[in-house]
């Protein structure tokens, strides 16, 4: 696709419930990212993907959380049992590869999904 | 993982001034790009920039590597300009994950 592709753009979820955020990076982007935006404040990274492996998953914040990733496309965050504090902008960004992220191949943000637990 | 401290936290300008948005980081960095977040939250890429300097347009960017601070400069400023600039940095030899500063939030006003 032209760009990072998220849906839901905005979900409103009741406390306890689970919810799936998507993401669908641009064409050939083998690198996949996740970041949670609190109001406010800066970027706190979540996970990675270079392709389907997630070989870092220590930004995720509790066991609620998980996410995967099939075919080097799209990526789902999964949030069980949803608290207060998860309501969040959730961001999803993809860069060419790895490799490439760190020479000269800038992060493609999506907008995002605007999570809010009532 | 890598402190980065943006500042100021909030700048306001009068359209058509110049403006100098700081970025310092605890470690040594091997990846820095600075990211513009318009008021629609979409985030832009707008440098690549691990040492030396770049410009682009009204925009330049120094990052001088051995003291462990980024500076973004905005010359002539427009009410496009508005928004929260964020730097982030990946560790060397970690280059996967990239740390955020907590942003400056510029208001550019006609």
């Known amino acids: 696709g032209a760009g990072v592709s998220q849906s839901p753009s905005n979900k409103v979820t009741e406390k306890g419930k689970d919810v799936e955020l998507r993401c669908d990076p641009i064409?050939?982007?083998?690198?996949l990212y996740w970041y949670r935006q609190r109001l406010g404040q800066g970027l706190e990274f979540l996970i990675y993907?270079?392709?389907?492996?997630?070989?870092?998953k220590s930004g995720l914040p509790s066991d609620r959380f998980s996410a995967e990733r099939t075919g080097e496309s799209v990526s789902t965050l999964t949030i069980q049992r949803t608290q207060q504090e998860d309501s969040a902008v959730y961001l999803c960004?993809?860069?060419?590869?790895?490799?490439?992220?760190?020479?000269?191949?800038?992060?493609?943000f999506g907008n995002g999904t605007r999570l809010t637990v009532t | 993982g890598i402190q980065v401290e943006q500042s100021p936290p909030d700048l306001i300008l009068q359209e058509g001034a110049n403006s100098t948005l700081r970025c310092n980081f605890s470690?040594?960095?091997?990846?820095l790009q600075w990211f513009h977040q318009n008021p629609w939250g979409q985030l832009i890429n707008l440098f690549y920039i691990p040492s030396g300097t770049k410009q682009n347009g009204r925009l330049s960017a120094t990052t001088v590597a051995t003291e462990r601070y980024s500076l973004l400069y905005i010359s002539s400023s427009q009410t496009t300009d508005s928004g929260v600039y964020f730097c982030?940095?990946?560790?060397?030899?970690?280059?996967?994950?990239?740390?955020f500063g907590s942003g400056t939030k510029l208001n550019v006003k006609p």
């Open positions: 982030a940095a990946t560790r060397e030899y970690n280059f996967n994950k990239f740390y």
């Open positions: 470690d040594s960095v091997n990846n």
């Open positions: 993907f270079q392709g389907n492996s997630a070989p870092d």
């Open positions: 064409s050939g982007h083998t690198a």
């Open positions: 960004a993809s860069s060419l590869n790895l490799q490439a992220a760190s020479y000269n191949s800038p992060l493609h």
